[in-house]
Each structure stands twice: as structure tokens, then as C-alpha cells.
């Protein structure tokens, strides 16, 4: 009798989480971030700035966008700070679909095309699933 316990208990621990995690139910999507830093053909210009932050202030009515915000870069003197860049543009999503939606919705890509595009001397894009619930809301 003490054997069969000692199987029946090395196979739930062998086997039970196995059959836990496969009976586990999906989980919901994740929140999704989209980062995009912004350098400006004139590097630094003020009325450029605004001009891009206003432009994407637009696009935040479009279907999927639950944030958006935009604002100039801080200077810093930290070494690991790279704060070359002119503009920071933050995008929150629900899902990895809204997010792939939103960007090849008319109304972005005209903006992108219209408005930054003429600006912009390059930019550089930051996508990823954001973990866990918000904190200090």
C-alpha cells in the first residue's frame, strides 16, 4: 500500500501539472505598447515638434487606440540615455490586431504620410506586449 501511495503521488507530480496547464483556459490578449521616437530633418526645431504632436493627437480617436500620447524629448546627461531623437510618440492597444489595424488605417497612414513624413529624417519603432495590470492608476 505504501508503494502505490508513493507512485500515485510521484505521477501527480510528474503528470499533474502537465495536465493543469493543458486544461488551463486561454489567456485574454495583452495590452500592447508602440513606441515611436521621431528625429526631425531640422533637428531641434520647436514649431517641427508641435507640428508632430499635434498631427498624431489625430489619430487618437481611431478604432483601437485606447492611449495616446506624444511629447519632446528630455535632454539628459546620462550616458545610457539616448536622447538624440526630437519626438517620443506612446501608443497603447489591446491587442497585436488593433495595433496592426490602426496602422494601416487611412487616416495613419495619410497623416504619416502628409504631415510627418516632410519632417521626419528617420525613425526608429518600439512594439511589445505589456505585462501584468497597471499599476498606480
Not at 12 to 36: E, T
Not at 81 to 99: E, H, K, N, P, T
Not at 109 to 129: E, G, H, I, S
Request: aromatic letters at 8%; proline letters at 6%.
Amino acid at each position: 500500500m505504501k508503494h502505490l501511495l508513493i507512485f500515485a503521488l510521484c505521477t501527480f507530480w510528474v503528470f499533474g501539472p502537465v495536465a493543469a496547464h493543458a486544461q488551463a483556459p486561454a489567456q485574454p490578449s495583452q495590452d500592447v505598447a508602440h513606441i515611436v521616437l521621431i528625429w526631425l530633418k531640422q533637428s531641434g526645431n520647436a514649431a517641427h515638434r508641435e507640428q508632430v504632436i499635434t498631427a498624431t493627437q489625430g489619430l487618437a480617436d481611431l478604432p483601437g487606440v485606447l492611449d495616446l500620447r506624444g511629447g519632446e524629448v528630455i535632454p539628459s546627461d546620462r550616458a545610457r540615455v539616448d536622447d538624440s531623437y526630437d519626438v517620443g510618440l506612446y501608443m497603447r492597444f489591446a491587442s497585436q490586431a488593433d495595433l496592426q489595424a490602426y496602422l494601416v488605417h487611412p487616416q495613419h497612414q495619410a497623416t504619416v504620410k502628409n504631415k510627418l513624413a516632410p519632417l521626419m529624417a528617420r525613425y526608429q519603432v518600439f512594439d511589445f506586449a505589456l505585462a501584468g495590470p497597471a499599476v498606480n492608476q
